[in-house]
């Protein structure tokens, strides 16, 4: 054990499962004291009393103002500080194309993933301000970076959580508050899935298909990918990182892609159209 956040005490929602847990396992390796905030209670107990003494769940709603209040209270009583607080909670949401998505489940993927988050820096930047220090940690995506990586909704919130980042960073980097987000193409997680097989239990088959698909040859990316990215965030390694979008991505945002390479074949020279190689 290396204790990289060794003393800190963090917040991290969604964390019953997925990256969300895959972090919290991290944190408490690395020296943290974590609380897990989750709508999944059972699993989220079962996940804190597997990491020991250094976790504890708390049964919270991302959506619910007094809940997350609540659950970041709860963690200032542990050390009369937060030093980290990761908004992760997430759902895939409304699904459809464009011309059919009901209001209601679009408004809805709204107010978990971009509301949730919002609240979750609203009140952390409350306890943080008086001790002009703290690392946020937002949940973005590749959809959140690009078209074509994600439903509309989850998209369009997933673009709005980079902005929140960006502008919340810019008000906090005076207190001493760092604010950064991530933004992972498709990792092994339930949500992953569901989202891409139908099946949330379907996780040896996601894995194969990830890897088929990605740019890093026969490598799907993993829930402890992400959770190694937050843990950089979530130091003081990363102390003069602020407004940052930290892709875990493979390079698919980037321009990697799978498969055989293109514009590689080996022409010494190219130049106008109807002409080829400098002896032209
Ligand atoms: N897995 C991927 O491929 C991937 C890629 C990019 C981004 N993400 C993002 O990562 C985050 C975590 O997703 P995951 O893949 O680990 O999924 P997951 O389904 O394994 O975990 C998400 C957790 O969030 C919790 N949650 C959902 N709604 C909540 C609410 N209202 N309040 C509190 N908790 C709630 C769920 O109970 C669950 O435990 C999400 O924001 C997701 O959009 C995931």
């Known amino acids: 054990m290396t204790e990289r956040l060794k003393g800190k005490v963090a917040v991290i929602t969604g ?4 990256i969300g847990e895959a972090t919290a396992r991290s944190f408490v ?14 699993l989220g107990k079962t996940v804190a009393e597997s990491l020991g003494s250094n976790a504890e769940y708390v049964f919270c709603d991302v959506t619910q103002e007094k809940q997350v209040a609540n659950l970041i209270g709860q963690a200032f009583e542990v050390a009369g500080r937060l030093d980290v607080m990761m908004n992760n909670a997430g759902v895939v949401g409304a699904r459809a194309p464009i011309d059919e998505i009901d209001l209601e489940q679009f408004q809805k993927t709204f ?67 760092r604010v950064n987000c991530i933004a992972p193409s498709g990792v092994t997680t339930p949500l992953a899935a569901q989202a891409h ?10 894995e194969a298909t990830l890897a088929q698909n990605s740019p890093l040859k026969d490598r799907a990316g993993t829930a ?38 293109q514009h590689m074949s080996n022409v010494p020279f190219m130049r106008e ?3 080829t190689g400098l002896g032209d």
């Open 15 to 18: 964390a019953s499962s997925g």
């Open 29 to 42: 390796q690395q020296g943290a004291y974590v609380l897990l905030g989750d709508i999944q209670e059972d």
């Open 111 to 177: 107010e978990i993933l971009v509301a949730g988050s919002f609240l979750g820096i609203k009140h952390a930047a409350k306890v943080m301000k008086p001790q002009e220090s703290g690392s946020i940690i937002n949940m973005s995506s590749t959809a959140g970076l690009n078209g074509g990586f994600g439903p509309h909704a989850y998209a369009a919130a997933k673009h709005a959580i980079v902005g929140l980042t960006k502008n919340s960073a810019a008000e906090l980097c005076r207190y001493g508050i």
């Open 197 to 206: 097989l139908g099946n949330f239990r379907a996780m040896d088959e996601l």
């Open 224 to 261: 402890e990918d992400v959770a190694n990215a937050a843990l950089f965030l979530a130091s003081d390694e990363s102390g003069y990182t602020n407004g940052h979008c930290l892709t875990v991505d493979a390079g698919f945002t980037s321009g990697s892609k799978s498969g055989a390479p």
């Open 273 to 275: 159209a109807g002409k």
